[in-house]
């Protein structure tokens, strides 16, 4: 059973960055899309970025495009997510996820509702913008 594990949140200035990680155990990284989504108080959960498992496609959500760049490290069985120019708006709860299905609609559509189960979510970590 694939478990995922975020990590790299915290307090950051506007402007400032951070990455974060998705880092399994139980299963390889390597043989799904991982997604990240976000989730701020009040707010309805987002699709911020994908990695397909095919060929390491990435997708990016509008409001991150240019600022977050998404990748993978099968050595360390991990996933990263580099956030720069970050801005109060991306304050929020980041989870990542997986989808281990040939479509991988998680990446292209990213949205929640395809990935492969509720044990394929992360615990969350917390990203705070703030000065």
């Known amino acids: 059973q694939l478990h995922l594990v975020e990590s790299g949140g915290g307090l950051v200035q506007p402007g400032g960055s951070l990455r974060l990680s998705c880092h399994a155990s139980?299963?390889?990284?390597?043989?799904?899309?991982i997604g990240w989504f976000r989730q701020a108080p009040g707010k309805e959960r987002e699709g911020v970025s994908c990695i397909s498992s095919t060929d390491d496609s990435t997708f990016y959500s509008d409001s991150v495009k240019g600022r977050f760049t998404i990748s993978r490290d099968n050595a360390k069985n991990a996933v990263y997510l580099q956030m720069n120019a970050l801005q109060s708006e991306d304050t929020a709860v980041y989870y990542c996820a997986a989808d281990g299905t040939s479509v991988q609609a998680m990446c292209v559509y990213l949205d929640a509702s395809f990935v492969s189960g509720d044990d394929y979510w992360g615990q969350g970590t917390q990203v705070t913008v703030s000065s």
């Open positions: 139980g299963g390889t990284l390597h043989s799904y899309a």
